[in-house]
C-alpha cells in the first residue's frame, strides 16, 4: 500500500502543478482579452496544450474561471487568519489586510480582475462556495472593526458600511494599481489609503 502511495504522488503533485500553470496563463490571457472574449481554443493555445488535454485538466471555461476565485479567496483569507492571531492594534490590522489585497493586485493582477469582474459568471454550488467565502472574508474586517470599537481605538459606526467602505477602498485599486506597482510598493500605497481612511474612524489620543 505505501508503495502504491509513493508512486502516485509524483503522478498527483505533477497534475496539480500543471492545472496551477494552466490556471496562471488563463488568467493572463482574461486579463488581456476579458473571460467572454476567450474561448478553450485561445485558452489551450496559451498554454500549449491541445484542447483535448485542457480539458483533462479543466472541463469547461467556468471551472478556470472557479479555480482562480479560489486560489484569490483563499490567499485573502490565510492573510486575515494571520493577522487574527497578532496582538496588534486594529487600525494596523486594516493596514496590513490593505497590503495583502495590494500585494495579490501587484503579484496577480489576472487573478483579481476575474474575481472582481466576473464573479457573476460562476454559477450553481462554485459560486455558492465562493460567495461563502467571500462573506467570511467580510466577516472577518467586520470583526477588526468591531474589535477597534469595543476597544475604544474607533469612534462609534455603523460596522457592515465601515467594512464595505474599507474593502471597496482597497480593491477597486485593481482598477489603477497595476499601472504603478513598480513605482510604489504596496505598504507604501496602503499606508498612503489607509492615513485618509483611518483619520475618519481612528479616536484621537489628544
Keep these: 500500500m505505501?508503495?502504491?502511495?509513493?508512486?502516485?504522488?509524483?503522478?498527483?503533485?505533477?497534475?496539480?502543478g500543471k492545472r496551477l500553470?494552466?490556471?496562471?496563463?488563463?488568467?493572463?490571457?482574461?486579463?488581456?482579452?476579458?473571460?467572454?472574449?476567450?474561448?478553450?481554443?485561445?485558452?489551450?493555445?496559451?498554454?500549449?496544450?491541445?484542447k483535448p488535454t485542457l480539458y483533462h485538466y479543466f472541463r469547461s471555461k467556468a471551472e478556470i474561471l472557479y479555480a482562480i476565485h479560489e486560489i484569490h479567496i483563499n490567499a485573502l483569507l490565510a492573510g486575515v487568519e494571520n493577522l487574527e492571531r497578532?496582538?496588534?492594534?486594529?487600525?494596523q490590522l486594516l493596514r496590513n489586510a490593505c497590503t495583502d489585497m495590494l500585494n495579490q493586485i501587484a503579484d496577480h493582477p489576472g487573478y483579481v480582475r476575474a474575481f472582481m469582474d466576473h464573479y457573476s459568471e460562476l454559477e450553481g454550488d462554485m459560486r455558492k462556495n465562493i460567495r461563502q467565502r467571500r462573506n467570511q472574508y467580510f466577516a472577518s474586517i467586520c470583526a477588526v472593526i468591531e474589535r477597534g470599537i469595543n476597544e475604544g481605538c474607533f469612534v462609534p459606526c455603523d460596522v457592515e458600511l465601515t467594512a464595505y467602505?474599507?474593502?471597496?477602498?482597497?480593491?477597486?485599486?485593481?482598477k489603477w494599481y497595476p499601472a504603478m506597482h513598480k513605482k510604489r510598493s504596496p505598504e507604501s500605497v496602503a499606508n498612503s489609503l489607509c492615513d485618509v481612511f483611518l483619520k475618519g474612524l481612528e479616536i484621537s489620543a489628544a
Excluded at 2 to 16: D, I, L, M, N, V
Excluded at 86 to 91: I, N, S, T
Aim: aromatic share 8%.
Design 21 to 50: 500553470e494552466i490556471i496562471q496563463h488563463c488568467a493572463n490571457l482574461f486579463d488581456k482579452v476579458g473571460y467572454h472574449g476567450t474561448s478553450m481554443q485561445m485558452l489551450a493555445d496559451e498554454v500549449g496544450l491541445g
Design 2 to 16: 505505501a508503495t502504491r502511495a509513493r508512486k502516485q504522488r509524483p503522478t498527483s503533485e505533477a497534475h496539480g
Design 86 to 91: 497578532k496582538d496588534l492594534h486594529p487600525g
Design 165 to 174: 467602505g474599507f474593502l471597496g477602498m482597497c480593491q477597486w485599486a485593481y
